[in-house]
């Protein structure tokens, strides 16, 4: 069974859900969600506040404080084969960096697969713990994100300045 819960964040309110003790989505509001990922809402249509939820939660606010570079949460990724290598590759990339599409496409084994990877990336079930908004253009301009530019953007600043105010 699914369980959801919400989180007001400075990006907007997240959309938690867990699945099999793991966490299975990351949405912001205006996020095209897949449909084998839609949210089940508990009957009762009050949040789920189980310990994993909590402790996502947790790790979310130390992110967008500056605290937090990288998340420890078990997570359940629903996709194909392919998605499931993209979103992985994703994983890699550390925090405060970007890579191009086209770098992902390497990564993955298939340096021609550019596109794939732009759909993989849009099809992310798990937003910021599976860090699609390091994606750019190649030109290093900023592509499209599930929670449009501004978020994308903010959370890259957040990065960027977390790691400035790091090396001081």
Not at 44 to 64: D, R
Request: aromatic share 8%.
């Amino acid at each position: 069974m699914k369980k959801v819960s919400y989180l007001n964040s400075p990006i907007g309110v997240l959309e938690i859900v867990e699945q099999d003790a793991a966490i299975a989505g990351l949405y912001f509001s205006k996020h095209k969600k897949m449909p084998d990922c839609e949210p089940t809402a508990p009957a009762s249509g009050a949040e789920a506040e189980t310990p994993l939820i909590k402790k996502t939660k947790t790790q979310l606010e130390e992110y967008f404080a500056g605290k937090r570079r990288s998340f420890d949460l078990p997570l359940c990724l629903i996709g194909t084969e392919f998605q499931c290598s993209v979103w992985e590759a994703l994983k890699n990339i550390p925090y405060g960096q970007t890579r191009a599409y086209s770098d992902i496409a390497a990564d993955v084994g298939n340096p021609r697969a550019c596109r794939a990877v732009g759909m993989a990336n849009n099809r992310n079930p798990i937003s910021i713990i599976i860090p699609c908004h390091r994606v750019i253009g190649k030109d290093k301009s900023l592509t499209g994100y599930g929670g449009g530019l501004e978020a994308k953007r903010f959370l890259l600043e957040l990065e960027e300045e977390t790691l400035k105010t790091a090396r001081k």
